[in-house]
């Protein structure tokens, strides 16, 4: 998958030390079969509308219209992570990008929600930005291991 690419944008920081290590060290794993990008945008300290307005027009000037872009929202769908494997490999036949959008503490603009190609539920459980993102990069992870030929744990 030379000229593929994933892309994170992701609104906030990652604070405890713990899963900042897991999220970098999935990052380094993904990295070995597919170039990954992460990009995190401040968050603003503003209250709940304003502030996802504000980070939504900071996510627009950073995503690529030619990629394929997915929202995490609670409101998205579903899918298992044999699910998921199809989706990626599905993406990357028609696209050579794909950029998941994570929302700050607020979650998305309805403006990025609209934009996006697919929205994507990781759970039915609500997750902080932060668990949101260990969770999603644990799922690329595994696409790219299940890409390699390796089992994993269902």
């Known amino acids: 998958m030379s000229n593929s690419r994933i892309l994170l944008i992701a609104i906030g920081k990652v604070d405890a030390k713990g899963l900042k290590y897991e999220c970098e060290k999935l990052i380094a794993r993904i990295n070995q079969y597919i170039s990954f990008s992460l990009l995190e945008i401040k968050e603003f300290g503003l209250d709940g509308k304003l502030e996802i307005e504000k980070e939504a027009l900071k996510i627009l000037e950073k995503t690529d219209d030619r990629s394929f872009k997915v ?39 309805s403006k990025i929600i609209e934009i996006a190609d697919f929205n994507l539920a990781l759970s ?3 997750l ?14 595994r696409w790219t291991e299940f890409k390699k030929g390796h089992p994993f744990v269902k």
């Open 124 to 126: 039915s459980f609500t």
């Open 71 to 109: 929202a995490l929202t609670d409101k998205g769908e579903n899918v298992n992570s044999n699910e998921f494997f199809e989706f990626m490999d599905k993406r990357f036949v028609d696209n050579k990008s794909i950029t998941f959008i994570i929302g700050g503490a607020f979650g998305l603009s």
């Open 128 to 141: 902080t930005h932060q668990t949101a993102r260990l969770v999603l990069l644990e799922q690329i992870y």
